[in-house]
């Protein structure tokens, strides 16, 4: 059973900066792809950054120059470090998985977070 842990997500001001983690149990795949999705009230869930596990970023145009993700493959953990927030970015952060299974990609998400950010 895969198992992804969020933390760090909370209440902070605008223009503040948060910190989020996920741990998850160890891939037994050597190519996966971590990643953080958000979903605010009445909105689809969208795909915020992504990092694979050659560490390629990809991110969202309203998080870049913002927002930072990093893995430590030692511990298993994806980070999101989110600088300059906006009322905006109140949502439900989910942290997500990939594995590729050489056949097909074997997808995994955490319970969520919330950020709520005040202007």
């Known amino acids: 059973q895969v198992q992804l842990v969020e933390s760090g997500g909370g209440l902070v001001q605008a223009g503040g900066s948060l910190r989020l983690s996920c741990a998850a149990s160890?891939?037994?795949?050597?190519?996966?792809?971590m990643g953080w999705y958000r979903q605010a009230p009445g909105k689809q869930r969208e795909l915020v950054a992504s990092?694979?596990?050659?560490?390629?970023?990809n991110y969202a145009d309203s998080v870049k120059g913002r927002f930072t993700i990093s893995r430590d493959n030692a511990k298993n953990t994806v980070y999101l470090q989110m600088n300059s927030l906006k009322p905006e970015d109140t949502a439900v952060y989910y942290c997500?998985?990939?594995?590729?299974?050489?056949?097909?990609?074997?997808?995994?998400w955490g319970q969520g977070t919330q950020v709520t950010v005040s202007s």
């Open positions: 997500n998985r990939r594995d590729w299974s050489t056949r097909n990609w074997l997808e995994y």
């Open positions: 160890p891939s037994t795949f050597s190519l996966n792809v």
């Open positions: 990092i694979n596990s050659a560490g390629n970023t």
